[in-house]
């Protein structure tokens, strides 16, 4: 056996293959979910190696007499015979054993089971029909009468009947993963195993996927078909199409069945019509697959001492022992051969498998270095450009309303004083009440007019303040929308799958975008600021006009004889209207300078704060650029090491191509 294992890792490197994908795995380009698939099949694959037992199938119609034929192979009525819909579904594995025994794994929901066996290559067949499946009982004659509580039809029985039962009853067999059977056969004490199946033809999807799943199991194949109706199109079908043995069918074995219910004479013409309908179907041109025929009835009736001693039936005994030499001698021969076939299936299904993981790897990088490279961060000096345009936008407006405004109510305002002062001076009748009025009335009615300009300076400011709030509320939210872009990046980096998270595990950080409202924008301590114009005026107005009214009331008595009361009214309003319209002007000069000083004030600000964002935001754009390029570095770090191991996968993948040529050459 050492030798048959030395003869298959020469014939495969399969070890190093092995080493290959297991560093594959190592270098954590794969996801959890990619590498746990991959181990598993190198498992498989190290099971194939280390097990030197060869696994044949044996496949065929209903009632083309598989059960009969094994129980002839091995001497002994094992299987039931002529039950067409009774077929097992699940896998039934016979290898040679010291006793007969049997070990049952069960579905997962049965409860019962309690002991368990050592995992073999035989755990592979029955997880593919359940992954679940664990639970496993193992009876020998020495366990007998046997009962398996929890599953109706399971009592007091011989292994024998157990066997019957597990393989052949529906409401059994669909609570069983795999059926597995030692025997001491001397069929099989060179480590050949047979796999029993159900009927191609049994319209039973559970079925036809056991057998397929049994196929693809195997190392061999033995194909049964009856003499009365050669290779039907059915049979020919599900091993072409649905089976796909591919170039297995050279080394498959065609058995003709019942060929007693035909004359003798139509033997040899039945054969090779098998013959030519195999390399019909098979587009087969040269070598055939091995073409036998028997009749195991008749060796199992001879067997149980039911049958007859009659020179046909010994005829057909002796036959069917020189079939057993000879289809023993067969599976013997090209045993290695098969075996190492079915290890280099096995790692061409590795390196498709590793290269299907690495290619949407690969697609998953690319995906995402493509997503940095054009991942759009705005300029951020015409993005502060705009904003300030923007801001002006809204705030300059406000202002020039409020000069305008502000321009109408001074000349309001000058128009109300003159007037109202003119009156009330040519209504008195005595330079006593002119002085009084100068006194005490002009100043009050200054101070009643001065309100109402103040009054419409204020709202004006008011106005140009509310609209600086719109502007600033503006291009904050602004601002924060290209601050949730850039967190929105940031993420898309790290959340994209969990092979980019190992990706970036040893050399791309984010911490420095994780600071406490790292994306919210810069604080600030500047507000905007309303001047108080109202006070101002009235602080510079009433000591100037105080100080013109007390020059003008002392030049009133200066000349104590001159002209009339009316002319000196006259000529008294006259100086001072001029005095007035001066100084009233200059209010006006101060009122809109004030106005136009609060608002570029208000657009200097804003422009202020645009000024600390494009700073902040600037510095966590270059931050997350800077670490965009770590990523990309990274990532085309790992592409290239991944086209590196891509390539390799290639290579090794031709290898075992070619070596599976060189096999396919080989013949028995």
Same mark, same amino acid.
């Given at each position: 056996?050492?030798?048959?294992?030395?003869?298959?890792?020469?014939?495969?490197?399969?070890?190093?293959?092995?080493?290959?994908?297991?560093?594959?795995?190592?270098?954590?380009?794969?996801?959890?979910?990619?590498?746990?698939?991959?181990?598993?099949?190198?498992?498989?694959?190290?099971?194939?190696?280390?097990?030197?037992?060869?696994?044949?199938?044996?496949?065929?119609?209903?009632?083309?007499?598989?059960?009969?034929?094994?129980?002839?192979?091995?001497?002994?009525?094992?299987?039931?015979?002529?039950?067409?819909?009774?077929?097992?579904?699940?896998?039934?594995?016979?290898?040679?054993?010291?006793?007969?025994?049997?070990?049952?794994?069960?579905?997962?929901?049965?409860?019962?089971?309690?002991?368990?066996?050592?995992?073999?290559?035989?755990?592979?067949?029955?997880?593919?029909?359940?992954?679940?499946?664990?639970?496993?009982?193992?009876?020998?004659?020495?366990?007998?009468?046997?009962?398996?509580?929890?599953?109706?039809?399971?009592?007091?029985?011989?292994?024998?009947?157990?066997?019957?039962?597990?393989?052949?009853?529906?409401?059994?067999?669909?609570?069983?993963?795999?059926?597995?059977?030692?025997?001491?056969?001397?069929?099989?004490?060179?480590?050949?195993?047979?796999?029993?199946?159900?009927?191609?033809?049994?319209?039973?999807?559970?079925?036809?996927?056991?057998?397929?799943?049994?196929?693809?199991?195997?190392?061999?194949?033995?194909?049964?078909?009856?003499?009365?109706?050669?290779?039907?199109?059915?049979?020919?079908?599900?091993?072409?199409?649905?089976?796909?043995?591919?170039?297995?069918?050279?080394?498959?074995?065609?058995?003709?069945?019942?060929?007693?219910?035909?004359?003798?004479?139509?033997?040899?013409?039945?054969?090779?019509?098998?013959?030519?309908?195999?390399?019909?179907?098979?587009?087969?041109?040269?070598?055939?697959?091995?073409?036998?025929?028997?009749?195991?009835?008749?060796?199992?009736?001879?067997?149980?001492?039911?049958?007859?001693?009659?020179?046909?039936?010994?005829?057909?005994?002796?036959?069917?022992?020189?079939?057993?030499?000879?289809?023993?001698?067969?599976?013997?021969?090209?045993?290695?051969?098969?075996?190492?076939?079915?290890?280099?299936?096995?790692?061409?299904?590795?390196?498709?498998?590793?290269?299907?993981?690495?290619?949407?790897?690969?697609?998953?990088?690319?995906?995402?270095?493509?997503?940095?490279?054009?991942?759009?961060?705005?300029?951020?000096?015409?993005?502060?450009?705009?904003?300030?345009?923007?801001?002006?936008?809204?705030?300059?407006?406000?202002?020039?309303?409020?000069?305008?405004?502000?321009?109408?109510?001074?000349?309001?305002?000058?128009?109300?004083?003159?007037?109202?002062?003119?009156?009330?001076?040519? #209504? /008195? !009748?005595?330079?006593? =009440?002119?002085?009084?009025? %100068?006194?005490?009335? @002009?100043?009050?009615?200054?101070?009643?007019? +001065?309100?109402?300009?103040?009054?419409?300076?204020?709202?004006?400011?008011?106005?140009?303040?509310?609209?600086?709030?719109?502007?600033?509320?503006?291009?904050?939210?602004?601002?924060?929308?290209?601050?949730?872009?850039?967190?929105?990046?940031?993420?898309?980096?790290?959340?994209?799958?969990?092979?980019?998270?190992?990706?970036?595990?040893?050399?791309?950080?984010?911490?420095?975008?994780?600071?406490?409202?790292?994306?919210?924008?810069?604080?600030?301590?500047?507000?905007?600021?309303?001047?108080?114009?109202?006070?101002?005026?009235?602080?510079?107005?009433?000591?100037?006009?105080?100080?013109?009214?007390?020059?003008?009331?002392?030049?009133?008595?200066?000349?104590?004889?001159?002209?009339?009361?009316?002319?000196? #009214? /006259? !000529?008294?309003?006259? =100086?001072?209207?001029?005095? %007035?319209?001066?100084? @009233?002007?200059?209010?006006?000069?101060?009122? +809109?300078?004030?106005?136009?000083?609060?608002?570029?004030?208000?657009?200097?600000?804003?422009?202020?704060?645009?000024?600390?964002?494009?700073?902040?935001?600037?510095?966590?754009?270059?931050?997350?650029?800077?670490?965009?390029?770590?990523?990309?570095?990274?990532?085309?770090?790992?592409?290239?090491?991944?086209?590196?191991?891509?390539?390799?996968?290639?290579?090794?993948?031709?290898?075992?191509?070619?070596?599976?040529?060189?096999?396919?050459?080989?013949?028995?």
């Amino acid at each position: 056996m050492e030798k048959l294992t030395q003869l298959i890792e020469g014939a495969t490197r399969a070890n190093q293959h092995i080493e290959f994908v297991s560093r594959l795995i190592e270098k954590n380009y794969l996801s959890e979910e990619a590498c746990d698939a991959l181990t598993a099949q190198m498992n498989e694959v190290r099971s194939r190696l280390a097990d030197p037992h060869l696994y044949v199938a044996v496949i065929g119609e209903a009632s083309s007499g598989k059960s009969t034929f094994i129980n002839a192979l091995l001497g002994d009525t094992l299987l039931e015979m002529g039950n067409i819909t009774a077929t097992t579904a699940a896998a039934t594995v016979i290898q040679h054993g010291s006793a007969i025994s049997t070990s049952i794994r069960f579905q997962s929901g049965n409860s019962e089971a309690k002991r368990t066996g050592p995992r073999n290559r035989l755990e592979f067949l029955a997880e593919s029909v359940d992954k679940r499946s664990s639970q496993v009982l193992t009876f020998t004659e020495a366990d007998e009468p046997i009962t398996v509580s929890g599953i109706r039809g399971l009592k007091k029985l011989t292994v024998r009947e157990l066997i019957m039962k597990v393989t052949t009853e529906p409401k059994i067999t669909q609570k069983i993963a795999s059926v597995n059977i030692t025997l001491p056969a001397p069929f099989l004490e060179e480590g050949i195993c047979i796999i029993d199946t159900p009927g191609t033809n049994v319209d039973i999807e559970d079925h036809q996927q056991v057998t397929q799943r049994a196929v693809n199991f195997a190392d061999g194949v033995i194909i049964l078909t009856t003499a009365r109706s050669p290779m039907p199109s059915s049979l020919v079908k599900m091993v072409r199409e649905e089976l796909d043995l591919g170039e297995q069918i050279l080394r498959s074995v065609f058995l003709i069945t019942k060929m007693d219910w035909i004359d003798e004479e139509e033997h040899i013409r039945i054969v090779d019509h098998v013959k030519v309908q195999i390399k019909r179907n098979f587009s087969l041109d040269g070598n055939l697959p091995q073409v036998f025929f028997a009749v195991p009835k008749i060796v199992v009736q001879a067997n149980s001492g039911s049958g007859n001693s009659s020179l046909d039936t010994q005829k057909w005994l002796e036959q069917f022992e020189k079939l057993k030499v000879e289809l023993f001698e067969f599976l013997m021969r090209q045993r290695a051969t098969v075996i190492s076939e079915k290890v280099l299936h096995l790692l061409d299904d590795l390196f498709y498998m590793s290269d299907s993981y690495l290619a949407e790897m690969w697609k998953q990088f690319e995906a995402n270095r493509l997503r940095l490279e054009a991942a759009v961060i705005p300029d951020i000096n015409q993005f502060t450009l705009k904003q300030k345009i923007l801001s002006e936008g809204i705030v300059r407006p406000a202002i020039d309303g409020g000069v305008i405004m502000v321009q109408l109510a001074s000349d309001q305002f000058r128009s109300e004083v003159l007037a109202k002062a003119e009156r009330e001076i040519m #209504k /008195k !009748s005595s330079l006593d =009440e002119i002085k009084t009025y %100068l006194n005490s009335g @002009l100043p009050s009615l200054l101070k009643r007019e +001065l309100k109402e300009l103040q009054s419409q300076v204020d709202t004006q400011i008011n106005d140009i303040s509310e609209a600086a709030q719109v502007a600033n509320t503006q291009f904050e939210r602004n601002f924060r929308d290209a601050y949730k872009r850039l967190q929105t990046l940031k993420g898309s980096i790290l959340n994209d799958n969990q092979s980019s998270e190992k990706l970036s595990l040893n050399q791309i950080s984010f911490s420095s975008l994780n600071e406490s409202n790292a994306f919210k924008g810069p604080s600030t301590g500047a507000t905007l600021t309303t001047t108080a114009i109202g006070a101002v005026i009235g602080t510079w107005f009433f000591p100037v006009i105080g100080t013109a009214i007390g020059a003008f009331v002392g030049s009133l008595f200066g000349d104590i004889f001159g002209p009339s009361l009316d002319d000196r #009214k /006259k !000529s008294l309003w006259n =100086e001072l209207r001029r005095d %007035l319209v001066a100084k @009233l002007s200059e209010i006006k000069t101060l009122a +809109l300078s004030e106005v136009s000083a609060y608002g570029n004030n208000v657009i200097v600000q804003l422009e202020g704060r645009i000024e600390e964002h494009k700073t902040y935001y600037g510095r966590k754009v270059s931050q997350l650029r800077q670490e965009q390029d770590n990523q990309a570095k990274a990532i085309n770090q790992l592409q290239l090491q991944l086209d590196q191991a891509k390539y390799e996968i290639s290579r090794r993948q031709q290898l075992v191509k070619n070596q599976l040529k060189k096999l396919a050459t080989i013949t028995f």
